[in-house]
């Protein structure tokens, strides 16, 4: 795949175990061990994909999550020892794109990681789906930016990932359920509840005011839906 990727643990096993695998896929590994050696890699680096433990030292993984989505929308993977849904659902909301609950299998890292990046990478829509404008927003889709007014907008990767998808199929009302197999796959572990917090991020971040949304609208009982 050749692509770089960020391993932030302070369990140097682990560490050593997952850059092992992962360059025998062919993609370059850098490692921290400490949030505030990650943040300063990450402002200085350029990376593909970040693989982040909530546990750390110095700053916690949740706190530079947040810190790197000021200024980045590189895709970041949690990694967590704890099994509790908040705390899955907590790293989501903190700008996560997935988590993954230790112990974990390397094969599962590795599919995670090759998911996102084909979400990503995908090409060979129609030429004029490139770029949708609606009214104020105007989403590019092969450079994966949102523009509200002609301001950019940083989304996570999941995050535009459903406004992609509720976009390019507007006026169609999603379940959260079908947004969850659509957009995080049928095998992903994390239940409904992912949705509805991806959603009111996006709120937060595109409308003028969130709790009457002009973009993307619910149909109470049903789900989600853009509103062309």
């Known amino acids: 795949m050749g692509k770089r990727v960020l391993v932030v643990d302070d369990e140097k096993l682990i560490v050593k175990g997952i850059r ?4 025998q896929e062919g993609m370059e590994v850098t490692s921290a061990f400490d949030g505030e050696e990650a943040l300063e890699k990450v ?24 810190q790197i ?6 895709p970041i993977i949690m990694l967590t020892a704890k099994g509790d849904d908040m705390d899955k ?22 599919a995670r990681i090759k998911a996102i990046m084909r ?21 590019d889709i092969d450079g994966r930016r949102l523009y509200i007014g002609g301001r950019e907008v940083n989304l996570t990767s999941k995050e535009f990932d459903v406004l992609e998808l509720l976009v390019v199929n507007a006026n169609h009302v999603y379940s959260r359920e079908k947004l969850l197999k659509l957009v995080w796959g049928v095998e992903y572990p994390g239940d409904v509840r992912t949705v509805d917090v991806h959603i009111r991020r996006l709120r937060e971040k595109i409308e003028t005011n969130p709790s009457d949304p002009e973009f993307v609208h619910t149909k109470w009982g049903v789900g989600y839906y853009f509103k062309a």
Do not use: W
């Open 20 to 23: 092992f695998s992962l360059e």
């Open 69 to 74: 989505r000021e200024f980045s929308n590189v």
């Open 89 to 110: 659902i907590m790293g989501l909301e903190y700008g996560a794109d997935d988590y993954i609950t230790k112990p974990f299998n390397i094969l599962e890292v590795k």
């Open 119 to 139: 979400r990503i990478n995908h090409k060979g829509r129609k030429e004029e789906e490139k770029v949708i404008q609606a009214g104020q927003l105007k989403l």
């Open 43 to 66: 402002k200085n680096q350029e990376f593909d994909i970040i693989l982040l433990d909530i546990m750390l030292p110095k700053l916690d993984g949740l706190e530079v999550c947040q």
